[in-house]
């Protein structure tokens, strides 16, 4: 069964803390592909990130990183040091053989 | 950003009637999908095209049909519209299905069945 879970529905930080987004996802094929998405107040889709079942090497891009350990089926993003500008829904999706699959998503909001 | 455009991007439409929403892409991508998000389930699958006149079904088909009569415009048809199909409609294109890539969204058509 191919599945996404982000058991997080919503997670409410202060400014200048850190967030880790969970993403928990289930497949049968040995080889796929990880993403992750941002989509912002104003509605649109952003591509963040992607990364395929073979690297497990973690991924730092600024104040973002992602954590992906195929021993627990995770791939989780941590947002360090966060900011006003970071509320935002974000999903994390997986692409096998199948169709890509999203999870229901983890709304962030930052306060001041 | 990727060259993709929906239209219209609000509609308010009453129960029972036709709907077409249009995608429109620049990237010569092969392959084009319409997805639907609520609250909840993420985004799911509509339908997708893998070329021009050639579509399958997604996850959540029925009520939905589509066409590609050329390679940058895929539109998406509600015969009779419902409430359930209430929900912000997502175009997304890719220039291969295989894993390793990405898609690209455009900006959404909020749709309200009355």
């Known amino acids: ?112 | 950003d990727a060259g993709i455009t929906q239209s219209p991007r609000h509609k308010v439409t009453e129960t029972g009637t036709p709907v077409t929403l249009r995608c429109h892409q620049t990237e010569n991508h092969r392959y084009m999908y319409w997805y639907r998000q609520d609250p909840g389930h993420g985004l799911r699958l509509i339908h997708y095209s893998y070329g021009v006149k050639d579509t399958d079904k997604g996850e959540v088909s029925d009520g939905y049909s589509v066409s590609r009569s050329k390679t940058e415009d895929f539109l998406l048809t509600l015969e009779s519209a419902t409430s359930s199909q209430t929900s912000v409609y997502f175009c997304a294109i890719s220039p291969d299905r295989a894993s390793s890539y990405e898609q690209y969204f455009g900006p959404g058509t909020r749709l309200t069945v009355t």
């Open chain 1, 1 to 112: 069964a191919q599945k996404v879970t982000q058991a997080q529905t919503e997670i409410s930080v202060v400014e200048k803390e850190d967030v880790t987004l969970d993403c928990v996802y289930e497949t049968r094929d040995t080889t796929y592909y990880l993403f992750w998405y941002k989509q912002p107040p104003s509605g649109e889709l952003v591509f963040l990130i992607r990364r395929n079942s073979f690297d497990e090497q973690n991924e730092i891009s600024g104040r973002y990183s992602w954590n992906f350990q195929k021993s627990t089926s995770s791939f989780n993003f941590t947002i360090t040091a966060s900011q006003v500008v970071d509320s935002a829904v974000y999903f994390c999706a997986l692409k096998d053989n199948n169709d890509m699959r999203f999870g229901a998503g983890t709304r962030l909001t930052v306060k001041p």
